[in-house]
Protein backbone atom coordinates (compact mmCIF):
# COMPACT_ATOMS: atom_id res chain seq x y z
CA UNK A 1 0.00 0.00 0.00
CA UNK A 2 1.50 3.53 -1.23
CA UNK A 3 0.24 6.23 0.91
CA UNK A 4 0.74 9.81 -0.52
CA UNK A 5 2.41 11.30 2.49
CA UNK A 6 1.94 14.78 1.50
CA UNK A 7 -2.06 14.71 1.91
CA UNK A 8 -1.57 13.71 5.31
CA UNK A 9 1.71 15.49 7.02
CA UNK A 10 1.09 18.90 7.57
CA UNK A 11 3.87 21.47 8.88
CA UNK A 12 2.48 24.55 10.55
CA UNK A 13 4.74 27.30 11.97
CA UNK A 14 2.55 27.94 14.56
CA UNK A 15 2.41 24.45 15.75
CA UNK A 16 4.31 22.51 17.73
CA UNK A 17 7.30 24.15 16.55
CA UNK A 18 6.58 23.98 12.70
CA UNK A 19 7.55 20.02 13.54
CA UNK A 20 5.80 17.64 10.55
CA UNK A 21 2.16 16.70 11.90
CA UNK A 22 -0.48 14.40 11.36
CA UNK A 23 -3.60 16.03 9.31
CA UNK A 24 -3.01 19.18 11.28
CA UNK A 25 -3.15 17.55 14.98
CA UNK A 26 -0.66 18.37 17.32
CA UNK A 27 1.02 14.75 17.11
CA UNK A 28 4.25 14.26 15.39
CA UNK A 29 5.75 12.30 12.58
CA UNK A 30 8.88 11.60 15.06
CA UNK A 31 5.93 11.06 18.26
CA UNK A 32 4.97 8.25 15.84
CA UNK A 33 8.36 7.13 14.74
CA UNK A 34 9.21 7.21 18.81
CA UNK A 35 6.52 5.04 19.71
CA UNK A 36 7.48 2.37 16.77
CA UNK A 37 11.33 2.57 17.48
CA UNK A 38 10.52 2.00 20.95
CA UNK A 39 9.00 -1.18 19.75
CA UNK A 40 5.21 -0.47 19.70
CA UNK A 41 3.23 -2.27 17.51
CA UNK A 42 1.00 -0.36 14.84
CA UNK A 43 -2.05 -1.73 16.78
CA UNK A 44 -0.63 -0.49 20.18
CA UNK A 45 0.09 3.28 18.48
CA UNK A 46 -3.84 2.88 17.44
CA UNK A 47 -5.27 1.76 20.36
CA UNK A 48 -3.30 4.61 22.28
CA UNK A 49 -4.20 7.37 19.75
CA UNK A 50 -7.94 6.27 18.23
CA UNK A 51 -7.81 9.26 16.12
CA UNK A 52 -5.09 7.50 14.24
CA UNK A 53 -4.80 5.56 11.32
CA UNK A 54 -2.56 2.85 9.82
CA UNK A 55 -2.31 5.46 7.04
CA UNK A 56 -1.09 8.11 9.63
CA UNK A 57 1.44 5.79 10.01
CA UNK A 58 2.41 4.70 7.39
CA UNK A 59 2.48 8.20 6.10
CA UNK A 60 4.88 8.69 8.82
CA UNK A 61 7.65 6.05 7.35
CA UNK A 62 7.09 7.07 3.53
CA UNK A 63 7.72 11.25 5.19
CA UNK A 64 11.04 9.59 7.13
CA UNK A 65 12.33 7.67 4.09
CA UNK A 66 11.69 9.84 1.64
CA UNK A 67 13.27 12.62 4.08
CA UNK A 68 16.09 10.60 4.17
CA UNK A 69 16.58 9.88 0.03
CA UNK A 70 16.44 13.61 -0.20
CA UNK A 71 19.48 13.98 2.42
CA UNK A 72 21.58 11.47 0.69
CA UNK A 73 20.87 13.34 -2.75
CA UNK A 74 22.24 16.23 -1.07
CA UNK A 75 25.26 15.05 0.34
CA UNK A 76 26.46 13.31 -3.20
Known amino acids: MTVNYQEI ?8 GGKPCI ?3 R ?3 YDVLSYLASGM ?3 EVLND ?3 LTQEDI ?5 YAADREQK ?3 MQA
Not at 9 to 16: A, F, L, N, V
Open 58 to 62: LACLS
Open 41 to 43: TYE
Open 23 to 25: RGM
Open 27 to 29: ITV
Open 71 to 73: MLI
Open 9 to 16: ITIEPGKR
Open 49 to 51: FPY
